[in-house]
């Protein structure tokens, strides 16, 4: 506790240059960002004095930089002094009693994707005994992963609890220089998990059930960690199919995954923030770093998305091939509809020797959506035999999206091979009329259809998601065609 | 007597202004099989495309009358559901759907409609299994995309074989033997006439006599200009593929 109180002490000295007084006890803080801010936060959570110097130091480089605006996306400019960065969670009294205070669209949403009635009522935040159901829930299963010695808990509790290790690996796969978005999340997060599976351990259970169970609302600035020790294996499910809204509009989070040697992690996302409307407005945006470190040799990550909903997505989520023999895996969905822009990709940096990657990606455009895809395949000199195999899918459906991509190589091993496929292709008349003439609606036409067309990735999805996530698909669908 | 399953009144249709049908008619019952034969461009497909729901097409007058109901009324997925089907002349490629899964929702899409429970996975394979012999279909089709990268003749077969699983009450083949070998043309045709009951009607749209050796049609049509202007028996077929269309299209220039 003596670091705290140093941190607040030195918070305290500081306010007064600044002429600007939060109270600690405070539930949040005043909208803006500077220094006080980031020492507020850090003490809100009782941080050690490293990591608080970590956070001002990626703070100060921050303010050297420059937003990115090479993404194929438009939005008005974001004023970062309008944003508030730390409130307390809500408490439980603020919560609906029941799904009758909840809005009823969203209701009708939950009923399309054909989520249980208990899980709605989470979902929704109801304030019952849902609460009490997850907590027990979780703790069993809590005590399933200690058993094996895994960790999993918010990154708040892993830097009291497990300081060393947060302190270990923290913004090594994602320094908090690597652009404006990770900078100011490494600034100013507040929420988000860390795992940690011990060397040869399998994590026994898909951690999306835990996740899905426990799930706390995702902060708007989220820090997620995971490291696998050598010979582990975990699958990570991060998001949910049912629609989440939110108050902050801009969301940059930051994932960082350490695979050591023979280390395996499947990390899967199902993203379905609020799109705004057929104007774009009120949608989130989503400005996502994503990387996964191969560091030991054999190593494999394997990120697969299903992208839906937001405003704005900006998300490469990438692996680094240092290790021999890595394998690094991409399998995107992307769907961009209503006024949706979607700039989204991978990158895969092929460092080690007889890496290896695979990257697929589906693009679907409909309403005025855009969606670009964004890839870099880049073998270094030392990646002898690398390989790379990039297959990169637009799909069509009307006349007033737009589908882009950008595949960047550079390969500077002459042994390496690299292989790119792409296709665009439309959702024609035909072949709704077809279908509908067989006794298929437009709309299931359409589906069908959709599916077909990700369902190189949706088996890539752990089951019982890949069932979700079709039907969101055909949720987020509804009424593009005729 | 009862009433007719089709009847066609005074239908004009066309699109973007040109007009295509000029007054068609035509009546069928059930059990019946009618052919229609006519020059390219005479509105045979414009006719089918209309009776199956293509929006493409204005109606400017006319009725059709199916079962009783107005079907030009209906969405074509409802036409589907109650029993019209259509056999292209271009079978549409939907590459990624798998024709096992779309021919499912086809059919559990109308057995819905109709009230009836749907079918699994396994009493639908077994239906299945069962109707691919109708059109000596190879088993492995039934895994591919639907009619990605299956030849001309092998879409035309396959129609026939959904047509087989549907069981249609009004089955309209538009040129279905066009693009066909000797083979496949007998067992399509074959196939055609098991499917073929009392209570069903078949509209058979050809430019061949040879088909009609095998589907012998109860009455033949001669379609031009988008009107029908002679019907006859199967023998009429055998007269136009002696004597081609002119003796009866010059007639028809005179007349109108
Ligand atoms: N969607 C359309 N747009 C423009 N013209 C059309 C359209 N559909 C049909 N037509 C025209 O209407 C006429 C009749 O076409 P249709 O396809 O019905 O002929 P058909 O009798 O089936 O000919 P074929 O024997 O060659 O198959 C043709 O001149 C054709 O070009
Ligand atoms: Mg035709």
Redesign the pocket.
Known sequence: MSTATDTIEGFVKKEYKYGFITDIEADSAPPGLNEEIVRFISAKKQEPEWLLEWRLKAYRHWLTMKEPRWPHVQYPPINYQDIVYYSAPKSPKDAPRSLDEVDPKLLETYEKLGIPLRERERLAGVAVDAVFDSVSVGTTFKETLAEKGIIFCSISEAVREHPDLVKKYLGTVVPYTDNFFAALNSAVFTDGSFCFIPKGVRCPMELSTYFRINAAKSGQFERTLIVAEEGSHVSYLEGCTAPMRDENQLHAAVVELVALEKAEIKYSTVQNWYPGDENGVGGIYNFVTKRGLCKGANSKISWTQVETGSAITWKYPSCVLLGDNAVGEFYSVALANLKQQADTGTKMIHIGKNTRSTIVSKGISAGRGQNSYRGLVEVRKSAIDARNYTQCDSLLIGDRCGAHTFPYIDVRNTSASVEHEATTSKIGEDQIFYCNQRGISTQDAVNMIVNGFCKEVFKELPMEFAVEAQKLLGVSLEGSVG | MSKPLLEIKNLHAG??G?K?LNGLSLEMNAGEVHAIM?P???????LASILAGRE?YEITDGQVIYQGEDLLEMAPEERAHKGVFLAF?YPIEIPGVNSTYFLKAALNEKRKANGQPELDAMEFLTLVKEKMKVVELPEDFLKRPVNAGFSGGEKKRNEIFQMAVLEPTLAILD?TDSGLDIDALRIVAEGVNRLKTANNAQLVIT?YQRLLNYIVPDQVHVLSNGRIIKTGGKELALELEEKGYDWITKGDAVAA
């Open positions: 699109v973007e040109r295509i006519g390219n461009g005479s509105g045979k497909s414009t493409d002349q040129e430019h």
